[in-house]
């Protein structure tokens, strides 16, 4: 019997066919990892739901998780949607504003908190800021947190509650632990409630009321529903071939529809998520963990391949030789794989010799066991695609957004076309309005915009089509390519009509630059407004005995800049080449508002930002 098409189902389902197996790994201070099993993740969730149901959330209702992604997040998550209520989420290195925001617009009860960090954000730096009156709970996950440490600061030291949350609040505390302690006393008059109330969710409810990452303005929450959310992950085991003994490691924040679309993934198939410490311990945590597969946005594999292409920089002739060599062979078999043509055997051979001398080493440092890994939030750079395929590494993109539950299209392992996001959905219709903009309707398309009549109604038509505001094509086959956001295309004062996201693309690329905004509307040319990678110029400045200097106004780094952008410029139409470029004091930040908590540069902040020294480029 199949499960239903709820998420709550979806898990009941998972928990009855599999309940010893491994469910969720969390790393643990000396190195190990520890795991929950189903039947675990299961008993915790009971508990939360019930204490969630003697505080009074009913379904219907909103909680709200503000947290970084570990394992007590999709133990909160689960027990939430138990009740009927739905979970609305919050990044968690959102500042108060938005915090509030949220917390206001989804009139949210019952607050899960990561700790002090977050519980801080809510509360303001002098613990008077005002708080939503619907918020009657808080529950924390741990009692210390030391806050981000940002490079050229000191190390923050660690916060505790008290020094968080103002006394006259502190009755609406709880830490998690008692949380569930006081759940299961509940349960043993609850139960039959509770099962009442997973008996009564409905596909059609909504799950989850998932914000956006606010690029042009304040966050918006997209209504999703139980049915919205698993219908986009109803063929991924065929056309992924992912497999229910599968490892994955999950890094990125489950606050975006991206990382959730893996878990609700997990409930329908059953494999085991390993929860990363961070982003920046990812490739630390795969060595350990050795997973099977996972999934990313562009910018990890950006920094492995410049990792890689730094490191053959350092070496003599005969190591780049060998590496030149090495990729050579990779792509004449990546070739042929993509055309369907057998391998020679001569060839094949050389590929062996290549795994080891080359390949092998990028393969480990994945963990050893990667198939496939997936790719999504944002384009990646064809080139990078074709380079980790010669590797032996298929990297599958994707596309989709918050609207659509994340998922409309994406390559297949055994159907795919590097520079497009694949084929849609077996049940997503997709089509190509007159001024280029994609649209799309399926059953993944969300409700609505909580709270926003006229904002719902400019999104999704009369015809149920979803007005995505990206720009692409779909070539014979139906696969479909994004070549922009359509709010984002530059106009020069010549007419030209450029797309700026395949330029900075390929800006990120370069050796020393860490991320880039192109410019140029209504102007005669296009510039560009770099940042530093940190790591790149670091090593550059210990190889050439460079220090006590601003490494952003170093001549010589400015040089190496531009003429890798002179090169980069050669694979450009005239009027898409970047004709002059400044570089940025410092990158672009989340804190600092000028990166969106899904890691998108917000492009108005950043002109507004910087516009003195965009204006200059025009001027020289």
Known sequence: ???????????????????????????????????????????????IAAALMEDGLAPGDSASIFSFSRREWVEADIGILMTG????????????????????????????????????????????????PCLTRIVYFQSLQRPPHRPGRPEPPELTIAETVPESRRHMLV?????????????????????????????????????????????????????????????????????????????????????????HVQLR????????????????????????????????????????????????????????????????????????????????????????????????????????MISGGAPIEKSILEFFHAAGLLIVEGYGMTENSSLTHHNRIAQFRFGTVGLPLADTETIIADDGEILVRGPGVMKGYLNLEKE???????????????????????????????????VTSGGKNIAPSPIEALLVQTRFISQAVVFGNSRQYLTALVTLDAEATEQWAKDNNVSDINLSECHEIRKAIEAEISTLNQRLQRFETIKQFAIAPREFTIADGEVTPSLKLRRKVIEERYGHLIEKLYRE
Not at 189 to 214: C, F, M, N, P, Q
Not at 322 to 350: H, K, M, T, Y
């Open 269 to 372: 198939i059953g494999f085991s998520v390993a929860f990363a410490r961070s982003m920046l311990t990812a490739l630390d945590d795969a060595q350990s963990i050795h997973p099977d597969f996972f999934i990313s946005v562009p910018r990890l594999f950006e920094k492995i391949h410049a990792g890689v292409l730094a490191q053959v920089e350092k070496g003599g002739l005969v190591k780049k030789g060998i590496f030149q060599w090495a990729v050579d062979v990779g792509n004449r078999v990546s070739r042929a794989i993509q055309r369907g043509e057998r391998i020679p055997s001569v060839l094949s051979a050389q590929y062996r010799l290549a795994e080891q001398l080359v390949f092998s080493k990028l393969r480990n440092r994945l963990g050893g066991r990667v198939r496939f």
């Open 456 to 490: 719902t109604t400019d999104a999704i038509d009369e015809g149920g089509w979803l007005h995505t505001g990206d720009i692409g094509v779909i070539d014979p086959d139906g696969f479909l390519r994004i070549t922009d956001r359509k709010k984002d295309i530059i």
């Open 85 to 132: 209520a739905r979970t609305a989420t919050i990044y968690q290195n959102l500042e108060g504003d938005t915090v509030h925001h949220i917390i206001k617009d989804a009139r949210v009860k019952v607050l899960f908190v990561e700790g002090p960090v977050q519980l801080r954000a809510l509360f303001g730096h002098d613990g008077k800021a005002d708080v939503c």
């Open 1 to 47: 019997m199949s499960a239903p098409e709820t998420i709550t189902g979806q898990f009941l389902q998972i928990v009855a066919n599999n309940p010893h197996k491994v469910a969720l790994l969390e790393r643990q201070s000396d190195g190990r990892w520890a795991s929950q099993s189903f039947k675990e993740w299961d008993e915790r969730a009971r508990a």
């Open 175 to 263: 830490s998690l632990e008692e949380y569930v302690r006081r759940g299961r006393d509940l349960l043993a008059t609850r139960h039959a409630d509770l099962e009442k109330r997973i008996r009564a969710i409905r596909s059609d409810d909504v799950a989850k009321i998932v914000y956006t990452s606010g690029t042009t303005g304040i966050p918006k929450g997209a209504l999703l529903s139980h049915g919205s959310l698993t219908s986009v992950t109803r063929n991924v085991e065929q056309t992924l071939g992912i497999r229910a003994g599968d490892t994955t490691l999950l890094f990125l924040p489950l606050a975006h529809v991206y990382a959730q679309l893996l878990y």
